[in-house]
């Protein structure tokens, strides 16, 4: 057998099998199954209602990937660019709130003092601050 001496190419190569061992980590991990037992109630509801039950359940801030690893811990296999698009329809619906980009909280577990319209959904705006201010507009609205 020839051994690489070209260094660029024995970086590519060493991607590619970084890639690799990856992959078979996350078939061996599909294969092994959910190392819990299998939460009957979250495995029932829609892809929707579980992103609100996994920001429910932890009372965290949490990514998509994050919110995705939540809802494999309880029985479920869904994809995380699918728990993405999901939060991004359950906020803009107002029924979670949007701390930054990519993370999301239950509406209960916004931080106090978060400046109202920062996270709310088009439209939909939880009410943290201080009482209303007729001149209050949302920060995509200033300035028009």
């Not at 051994?3 to 996350?26: C, F, G, K, P, Y």
Request: hydrophobic content about 40%.
């Amino acid at each position: 057998m020839t051994h690489i001496t070209d260094a660029a190419l024995r970086r590519d190569l060493e991607a590619v099998r970084d890639q690799l061992q990856t992959s078979l980590n996350a078939v061996n991990h599909l294969l092994a199954g959910p190392s819990r037992k299998a939460d009957e109630r979250v495995m029932a509801l829609p892809r929707s209602e579980a992103v609100i039950w996994a920001l429910d359940h932890d009372h965290l801030p949490m990514s998509p990937a994050q919110i995705a690893d939540r809802l494999q811990e309880a029985g479920r296999d869904d994809p995380t660019k699918d728990v993405q698009t999901s939060a991004f329809r359950v906020w803009q619906q107002g029924r979670i709130a949007k701390l930054a980009r990519g993370v999301y909280c239950s509406l209960e577990d916004v931080p106090p003092g978060m400046p109202r319209f920062v996270y709310g959904a088009p439209h939909h705006y939880v009410e943290t601050g201080p009482a209303h201010d007729p001149g209050d507009q949302p920060m995509a609205d200033a300035g028009r």
